[in-house]
């Protein structure tokens, strides 16, 4: 029969593993958290002066919270894998006395709850990795799209990245020049595998009045995105500088080819290597002095980051 001693016994290593896990994730914790918070209070930073929001910041920022998650989740799966595992061969023995002695049971009962809980770990951990993939390609396409902005430097232009719009809500860059106020909205999307070199039927989205036709899904959302974005940032500039302001609002498609049908619709959608050549070629719309005062009201809402 099964005894009280023996069946502490066959989680003694059980606990030697569970502590061990606590006291590297608790140090781990420590570390991120009050350990930190007391090294800002001892130090500053060289200098209190903020820096402009880089391309991505926002996505960047997102990335580093799932990526903590992923870790702590992975610890989490790790452990009850781990002791469900030292488990089993207790299990193994005595489940044909479960019937008949409480400890029995509850030693299976807990086996099967550590189980469950490592299997839904693994699944919570897989979707938290797309979210990461995901990630990563939107933070990858908004870097993109500011290097194509960079060029535009030498044709008068500024530009801005990640701006605060509101609570998890951002407007991914805003370019100023001449011609006027851009506002545009990246959109980075994964293309099919096409098993010709030559076909470009694949890498082709169609703009079709107010939907993004992808060759395998159809998009209604985003230019309806960059419209509102467009709309937010030109009445914010509006009150800043105290005049009319137009702001044109663009999806930007890295790396695909983009058609369109019909007239022409309000949100234009076109890849980086295309926009640049876009924007040198709209006619003058400010002057100087407007350029300046929109440029400095966008400077205000993006200059955010800490050392």
């Known amino acids: 029969m099964l005894s009280e001693s023996g069946w502490t016994n066959t989680l003694k290593p059980a606990v030697a593993v569970s502590v061990g896990l606590a006291i590297t994730t608790a140090a781990f914790w420590l570390k991120i958290g009050p350990v930190k918070k007391l ?55 005595f489940t044909p006395y ?98 010709r070199r030559s076909n470009r039927t694949a890498y082709r989205v169609t703009v079709d009045g107010n939907v993004l036709r992808f060759p395998d899904w159809d998009d209604r959302e985003s230019l309806q995105q960059a419209a509102a974005n467009a709309r937010w940032v030109a009445n914010y500039l509006s009150r800043r500088t105290g005049e009319k302001v137009r702001a044109e609002a663009i999806v930007v498609l890295p790396g695909w080819y983009v058609d369109q049908t019909g007239p022409a619709p309000a949100v234009k959608a076109m890849n980086p290597k295309y926009l640049t050549g876009y924007l040198r070629n709209q006619p003058p719309s400010l002057s100087p002095a407007q350029q300046r005062r929109n440029a400095a009201a966008l400077e205000d809402l993006c200059r955010t980051l800490e050392f």
């Open 39 to 93: 090294r800002e209070r001892r130090s500053v930073a060289p200098t209190e002066e903020k820096l402009l929001r880089p391309p991505g910041y926002s996505l960047q920022q997102r990335l580093g919270d799932k990526l903590f998650d992923v870790l702590f989740g992975h610890i989490a799966a790790s452990a009850f894998w781990t002791l469900a595992m030292l488990l089993l061969p207790s299990v193994w023995k």
């Open 98 to 195: 479960f019937l008949v002695h409480r400890t029995a049971a509850v030693n299976l009962g807990l086996f099967v709850a550590l189980v469950g809980a490592g299997t839904w770990a693994i699944i919570r951990i897989t979707r938290q990795l797309n979210e990461v993939e995901n990630l990563r390609l939107g933070l990858r396409g908004e870097q993109a799209v500011g290097e194509s902005l960079n060029e535009l430097g030498d044709a008068g232009f500024r530009t801005f990245h990640d701006l605060p719009a509101g609570k998890d809500w951002n407007v991914d860059h805003v370019a100023v020049g001449p011609p006027g106020v851009f506002v545009l909205e990246t959109k980075t999307r994964r293309k099919p595998r096409s098993s």
